[in-house]
């Protein structure tokens, strides 16, 4: 696996296609989600990751992971109101989302966690739209111990999550908020 970070300042061409290729792909699957990676017509809308990405130029830093040369799972992170929020517009390809490769617990969160641990940021967020409520259940059991089969990587990261109890808005989205503190994930 080989994990790079970018921005809309630093991104190149190879980093380009593959975030345009995997955004295109993820936006034909059966998925509520599919439509935020829309590559047709992206400039004129304002939910897509790459108007996200290049018009509003929002994530401080971008992260994509391959295996081989294939991009395999991505994510964003930028600060909104004062708090860095990690793993936005997450994706990943549906053939790494099981079999023990855990692409963003074990690559793309760290890597964004360690950006803003050196920025001095005390935490970070992870935000969750209403439509990723089995996803939010699977994590708040890892939260809460009741999932006790996951690796080192993913274990770390979620078992030191604190769960908001309202969800908040995020950039015009109500979002369910769980909150890391960067010391006790790295202790």
Same mark, same amino acid.
């Given at each position: 696996?080989?994990? +790079?970070?970018?921005?809309?300042?630093t991104?190149? +061409?190879?980093?380009r296609y593959?975030?345009e290729?995997?955004?295109?792909y993820?936006?034909?699957?059966?998925?509520?989600?599919?439509?935020?990676?829309a590559? %047709?017509?992206?400039e %004129?809308?304002?939910?897509?990751l790459?108007?996200?990405f290049y018009?509003?130029?929002?994530?401080e830093?971008?992260?994509?992971?391959?295996h081989?040369? &294939?991009p395999i799972?991505m994510?964003?992170a *930028?600060v909104?109101n004062?708090?860095?929020i990690?793993?936005?517009? &997450?994706?990943t390809?549906?053939?790494f989302r099981?079999?023990g490769?855990w692409c963003?617990?074990? *690559?793309?969160?760290p890597?964004?966690?360690? *950006?803003?641990d %050196?920025?001095?940021y005390?935490?970070?967020w992870?935000?969750f739209?209403?439509?990723?409520?089995? !996803?939010?259940?699977f994590?708040?059991?890892?939260s +809460?111990?009741?999932?006790?089969h996951?690796?080192?990587? /993913?274990?770390?990261?979620y078992?030191? !999550?604190?769960?908001?109890?309202? /969800?908040? &808005?995020?950039?015009y989205t109500?979002?369910i908020?769980? %909150?890391?503190?960067?010391?006790?994930y790295?202790?």
């Amino acid at each position: 696996m080989r994990l +790079e970070t970018f921005n809309h300042k630093t991104i190149n +061409e190879s980093q380009r296609y593959a975030l345009e290729s995997l955004s295109k792909y993820a936006s034909t699957l059966d998925d509520p989600a599919a439509k935020n990676y829309a590559v %047709e017509d992206w400039e %004129e809308r304002v939910d897509t990751l790459l108007y996200a990405f290049y018009k509003k130029k929002r994530f401080e830093i971008f992260n994509i992971l391959y295996h081989q040369d &294939t991009p395999i799972a991505m994510a964003g992170a *930028y600060v909104f109101n004062h708090q860095p929020i990690i793993g936005v517009r &997450t994706f990943t390809h549906p053939d790494f989302r099981g079999g023990g490769h855990w692409c963003q617990a074990r *690559y793309i969160l760290p890597a964004q966690i360690d *950006y803003y641990d %050196e920025k001095g940021y005390k935490k970070v967020w992870l935000t969750f739209n209403d439509y990723n409520k089995r !996803l939010v259940n699977f994590i708040k059991r890892i939260s +809460e111990g009741k999932s006790s089969h996951l690796g080192g990587g /993913p274990k770390k990261i979620y078992q030191n !999550l604190t769960w908001h109890d309202q /969800p908040k &808005t995020v950039q015009y989205t109500k979002q369910i908020i769980a %909150e890391l503190v960067i010391a006790d994930y790295k202790s």
